[in-house]
């Protein structure tokens, strides 16, 4: 993409847990940080440990920052959707609970209308079979971040995100 310097911009996903969807976006040119974290709940500052329950309302989430003269939201888009099933409710794979959810937290309107597009033409692409999307569209709120073990977990670990990309 070629264009006028944008400031960084901000995306937040969550598509299971979040260290193979880090790992995943971090590979993303134009990508310049991504963050593992909660997003969705009612608990401020809430631990690993309490969004683990279910009880707070969270979902594990990456925050995406990048520059939207290298990359688009919608490309960011076409990564989220091929690292995970968006027809699981509450969980991706093994991983099972409402803070798995497959859930997109837009930050402003323009992010929403593409992410609704986006959703509808999945929808219909049968990409997924019969399965009905059941992906969240939803404003972003607080973001809080995980504790730093989360951070960049599969690459301190020497492994690869495992997640189709």
């Not at 991504?34 to 989430?61: D, L």
Request: proline content about 5%; aromatic content about 12%.
């Amino acid at each position: 993409m070629t264009g006028e310097t944008l400031s960084p911009a901000q995306a937040t996903f969550g598509a299971g847990c979040f260290w193979g969807v880090e790992a995943a976006f971090r590979k993303v040119p134009g990508v310049i940080d991504t963050a593992a974290g909660y997003m969705g709940g009612w608990v401020k500052n809430p631990r690993y440990e309490q969004v683990c329950t279910g009880e707070t309302g969270h979902a594990e989430v990456v925050q995406v920052s990048y520059d939207p003269a290298q990359v688009r939201f919608q490309d960011l888009l076409d990564v989220f959707w091929s690292i995970h099933d968006p027809t699981q409710l509450n969980r991706q794979g093994p991983d099972i609970g409402p803070n798995y959810r497959s859930v997109i937290f837009y930050h402003d309107q323009e992010q929403a209308k593409i992410a609704r597009q986006a959703k509808d033409d999945l929808a219909v692409s049968g990409r997924f079979g019969f399965g009905k999307i059941v992906t969240i569209i939803q404003p972003a709120g607080d973001f809080w971040r995980a504790e730093e073990y989360h951070q960049r977990y599969l690459e301190r670990q020497g492994r690869e995100c495992g997640c189709g990309t």
